[in-house]
């Protein structure tokens, strides 16, 4: 089970990069979320936070407690 | 002028922060270039952080958004909260670790070890230093530029481009890293309140945005909140450019400041909600300036750009630059704020533009590391002077650096200095394959570090070249520059070099990667001894 962390982790920072690219809503504007937020500007506000809670997970599911 | 005011206030807040903050600890080369690998963790994620963003975060950001709408967040701000925690996590803990265990205060110190070379190092910090310099005559122009302007002309571009690289200068100078760390922390929360402040006094000012987000959606402006404009693959292109980042000499060195390995964590976690905070706002207001008629600086740059779109290629050249220049957004969020916010807010604001184009105090105290180091004590300075001598020549380093970066920036247009710093990020970004391979990969070579380094600068010296000699075209139409077959291969587009649709860095880095493999696999007589492998790979 450790050994399959850091396949994971890779798994998921590729999920992330290829989720980056988000070519269904190239050109969209609408909805606009909250009245203010066009689709795809939310779209990576809420990728930002996304990752926030992603690198959360890295940091407690590979960190690298060998080097400290 | 009390903006101005304001400013100077700020200018001696900050330089008496760093001052004090940085005192003491002056004769010893590791508290001064590294603040004595002791920095606490609130300071380190604020002050990496802050260290990152230049003066494009707040006004090149928001305008890019008010000329090419919401791309500008995916661009830049997105793809950073990904990539650039990650590489953190990944090889920013490694740099830490090994400056810790060895000693190191530079990449170019790791790589003399790690690769079992001298003079291949000095070749790698000598690409380094002259991508670097950029950043350090763009921060004296911006803080002329700014000074002058928030004064209302009373302080001249001369005195304001002084008074700014003197106040760097003296904190970096007497503060060393302590110092610059606590300025940079203490600039991050300034960029972070600034955001908030700016979306709520505009919004009030507007009548809120809902209102202008409809009409903007029946405007001719409506594509701005759209990606319609650009390829899936000039964004692809952008996640490579925040590969810069870990390759960049002033944030590797930031990695080895740390006090404990643990910091990195809040730092890593922390990042992409600072990326939100700080682009979130700077975007969207320049998206909605759009709307923002009512301003008459914002009014006269909308009637320019559609003068440009209506009859910019029946114009002679001159009138067609005249209106570029008018229709420009790099100063919408100043207009937005002067428009619609109280005069005390605008003087913050001065304040807080003076933050981000300060951001070069890191960039002056690593090319001063890395001088002191890489060259005075590699080349015997330090063993034949001693370790004060080397604290010396660092902070006459930072003098000369300033001074010198103070008389170009009096003598060259700054538009040459921001397509500069374009080339910067792409010729990090095709470094990064340097730390990589010196981090993960056992059989790389100096024959492969070297390849790799000689093709960054080559590349970014042609890429100059097309950029400099081929003026740019108007948006949407692309002049080719090699067309093998009859298919172009390498265009010059209103946007820049671009190489087969993507931009140049990912090219660049790609071959980069592959000129280490390759050279190091054909170099195999040239890999380190099992002593040196095993400091590096001893798991």
């Given at each position: ?18 989720l980056?690219?988000d070519v269904w809503l190239w050109r969209e504007a609408r909805p606009i979320v909250f009245g203010i937020l066009p689709v795809g500007l939310f779209y990576h506000a809420a990728y ?21 | ?64 958004a008010?000329?090419n709408g919401i791309v500008t967040y995916g661009?830049?701000?997105s ?127 507007m009548?809120g945005f809902q209102a202008a987000m409809e009409s903007m959606l029946a405007s001719p402006s409506a594509p701005l909140l759209t990606r319609e404009r650009v390829?899936p693959?000039?964004f ?44 979130l706002?700077?975007v969207f207001?320049g998206v909605v300036?759009n709307q ?248």
């Amino acid at each position: 089970m450790r050994r399959m962390r850091p396949l994971a982790a890779t798994a998921l920072v590729a999920l992330l990069y290829a989720l980056h690219q988000d070519v269904w809503l190239w050109r969209e504007a609408r909805p606009i979320v909250f009245g203010i937020l066009p689709v795809g500007l939310f779209y990576h506000a809420a990728y930002t936070v996304v990752t926030a809670v992603t690198l959360w997970a890295l940091v407690r599911l590979v960190w690298p407690h060998h080097l400290e | 002028m009390i903006p101005a005011l304001v400013v100077f206030a700020y200018l001696a807040l900050v330089l008496y922060i760093g001052v004090f903050r940085g005192r003491g600890g002056s004769a010893n080369a590791e508290d001064y270039f590294l603040a004595g690998r002791s920095l606490g963790p609130t300071v380190f994620l604020l002050s990496l952080f802050g260290t990152n963003m230049t003066a494009f975060s707040i006004l090149g950001a928001s305008g890019h958004a008010f000329a090419n709408g919401i791309v500008t967040y995916g661009l830049m701000a997105s793809s950073s909260a990904l990539v650039i925690p990650v590489t953190l996590l990944v090889i920013g803990t490694r740099l830490w670790s090994l400056g810790k265990r060895h000693g190191f205060m530079t990449p170019v110190q790791l790589f003399r070890d790690r690769w079992e070379c001298g003079h291949i190092g000095t070749v790698i910090f000598a690409v380094q230093t002259v991508l670097l310099i950029p950043y350090v005559i763009i921060a004296v122009i911006g803080g002329g530029t700014t000074l002058a302007t928030v004064s209302g002309g009373l302080v001249p571009f001369w005195l304001g481009g002084a008074i700014v690289a003197l106040v760097v200068m003296g904190y970096v100078f007497f503060g060393g890293m302590r110092g610059t760390a606590t300025v940079n922390a203490f600039q991050t929360i300034l960029f972070l309140l600034f955001g908030a402040i700016a979306i709520t006094v505009v919004s009030a000012g507007m009548g809120g945005f809902q209102a202008a987000m409809e009409s903007m959606l029946a405007s001719p402006s409506a594509p701005l909140l759209t990606r319609e404009r650009v390829s899936p693959w000039y964004f692809f292109s952008y996640t490579f450019i925040p590969l810069s980042t870990i390759a960049f000499p002033h944030i590797a060195i930031f990695c080895m400041t740390a006090n404990r390995l643990t910091h990195f964590k809040k730092t890593i976690v922390l990042y992409p909600i600072c990326m939100l905070a700080i682009w979130l706002p700077s975007v969207f207001l320049g998206v909605v300036a759009n709307q923002a008629t009512a301003v008459p600086a914002i009014q006269a740059k909308l009637e320019a750009r559609a003068m440009l779109t209506v009859e910019g290629l029946e114009l002679p050249p001159d009138a067609q630059a005249q209106l570029r220049r008018q229709a420009a957004g790099d100063d919408v969020i100043l207009r937005l704020v002067e428009g619609y916010a109280p005069l005390w807010l605008s003087a913050l604001l001065g304040a807080a533009v003076m933050a981000a184009v300060m951001a070069s105090d890191s960039q002056i105290l690593a090319l001063s590391t890395m001088f002191t180091e890489d060259v005075f004590a590699f080349y015997g300075g330090k063993r034949r002077f001693g370790e004060a001598a080397q604290v010396r020549t660092g902070r006459a380093f930072v003098i000369v650096l300033t001074l010198l970066a103070y008389l170009i920036a009096l003598r060259v247009p700054q538009s040459i200095f921001d397509i500069a710093t374009q080339y910067a990020f792409a010729g990090y970004a095709a470094l990064a394959p340097l730390v990589v391979a010196a981090l993960f990969w056992k059989g790389s070579t100096k024959w492969g570090a070297l390849a790799a380094t000689l093709w960054t600068a080559a590349a970014v010296a042609f890429v100059a070249a097309v950029q400099t000699t081929i003026p740019a075209p108007p948006a949407g139409t692309e002049i080719p520059v090699w067309s093998p077959g009859g298919t172009p291969v390498i265009t010059r587009a209103a946007a820049g070099m671009m190489v087969a649709g993507f931009l140049p860095v990912v090219p660049m880095t790609v071959v980069s990667a592959l000129m280490m493999v390759v050279v190091s696999a054909l170099t195999p007589v040239a890999r380190p001894g099992p002593t040196t492998l095993a400091r590096y790979f001893a798991q």
